[in-house]
């Protein structure tokens, strides 16, 4: 079974350029979200689809933030102005509709900087 | 405010000897907890998951203790190996019990652990 995949692994663009990351859940996985660690802190929660809809989008942390989740496959986070504090490391995770019996699987990142 | 704490940002440990990982939380919705470890420019691999409706989960090395009184949960690793030096995460869900679907999860800061040989 393939696991989560993010595109691309890195991506270095200037203040005020727009970046697109994608994620491939798990084929199967009702649940996606997306997340996002910075300057080595915490892993902190941004988004939660649930199949094409947004379940929680609370952690987002501004408009500049976009994210779309197209007949409830892939999805794609969109960061439109960039800020030099959007750098960090994006994660995206899926998991099946009940994950307390199958767990969240993370893919590997997308590492973002913002020079 | 930090609703999930690890408050050791490193451990160092020898080779064969016990590894243990805390973690405090101030939620008392949450009821599903998870350890995840991570390795340099990987994603967090999940470890271990706890209810709680229990207070002991184990898998062959790694065993994790929940202490719903004390709000706290730890996660005892025996015997340690050099292999398991990583990045190691608690995370907290709310309300899985309840809802039985998929909810965010929230995440402490991390322990590095480092087992030395």
């Known amino acids: 079974e393939a696991g989560v995949t993010q595109f691309p692994s890195h991506s270095v663009i200037e203040k005020g350029q727009t970046v697109t990351l994608r994620c491939d859940p798990i084929?199967?996985?009702?649940?996606l979200y997306w997340y996002r660690r910075v300057m080595g802190k915490e892993i902190k929660f941004l988004l939660h689809?649930?199949?094409?809809?947004?379940?929680?989008e609370s952690g987002m942390p501004n408009n500049r933030f976009l994210a779309e989740r197209t007949g409830g496959t892939y999805s794609t986070l969109k960061v439109q102005p960039a800020e030099l504090e959007d750098s960090g490391v994006y994660f995206c995770?899926?998991?099946?509709?009940?994950?307390?019996?199958?767990?969240?699987?993370f893919g590997s990142g997308t590492r973002l900087t913002v020079v | 405010d930090q609703q999930v704490k690890q408050n050791s940002p490193s451990l160092s440990v020898q080779e064969g000897r016990i590894s243990i990982l805390n973690c405090d939380y101030t939620?008392?919705?949450?009821?599903?907890f998870l350890w995840y470890k991570k390795y340099p420019a990987e994603g967090p691999t999940f470890l271990i998951s706890?209810?709680?409706?229990?207070d002991k989960n184990e898998d062959g090395r790694f065993t994790v203790f929940l202490n719903k009184s004390a709000k706290h949960l730890s996660l005892h690793i025996v015997p340690s190996q050099p292999g398991d030096s990583a990045v190691y995460f608690c995370?907290?869900?709310?309300?899985?019990?309840?809802?039985?679907?998929?909810?965010?999860?929230?995440f402490g800061t991390g322990t590095q652990l480092k087992v030395e040989l």
């Open positions: 939620n008392s919705m949450f009821d599903y």
């Open positions: 995770a899926s998991s099946p509709w009940n994950p307390a019996n199958y767990g969240y699987t």
């Open positions: 995370a907290a869900s709310a309300n899985i019990l309840i809802t039985g679907g998929g909810n965010k999860l929230t």
């Open positions: 689809f649930v199949k094409e809809s947004k379940q929680d």
């Open positions: 706890i209810s709680s409706i229990k």
């Open positions: 084929s199967g996985h009702d649940n």
